[in-house]
Nanobody, 122 residues
């Protein structure tokens, strides 16, 4: 089970840090990812991190602004978002997948968080 939190309202240029805590299962064995979905739009890949932190991937519009990290001792994955823009407004979801190479395949995910709303005002 995944529980995402940390969303909120922030002005453009501001920062937020999202957290996604896992309970049950073996968190440290899964790759973890963040996706987002804005109203009327398809779900968009944000970032992914391998189980051992060796690999990270980012969506093109997030590179240089967002940082994904994880603490396996705390069963938690984080998304640090800096220099936020109004177009970053969306519901952000965390997900767990067995293999990092499958991060674009929604069918391979073993669990999703409930989503946390991020709103960036201009």
């Amino acid at each position: 089970q995944l529980q995402a939190c940390g969303g909120g309202l922030v002005q453009a240029g501001g920062s937020l840090r999202l957290s996604c805590a896992a309970s049950g299962g073996t968190f440290s064995s899964y790759a973890m990812c963040w996706f987002r979905q804005a109203p009327g739009k398809e779900r968009e890949f944000v970032a992914a991190i391998s189980w051992n932190v060796a690999y990270t991937y980012y969506g093109d519009s997030m590179k240089g602004r967002f940082t994904i990290s994880r603490d396996n001792a705390k069963n938690t994955v984080y998304l640090q978002m800096n220099n936020l823009k109004p177009e970053d407004t969306a519901v952000y979801y965390c997900g767990a997948v067995v293999a990092l190479s499958d991060y674009t395949d929604y069918g391979k995910y073993v669990g999703w968080g409930q989503g946390t709303q991020v709103t960036v005002s201009s």
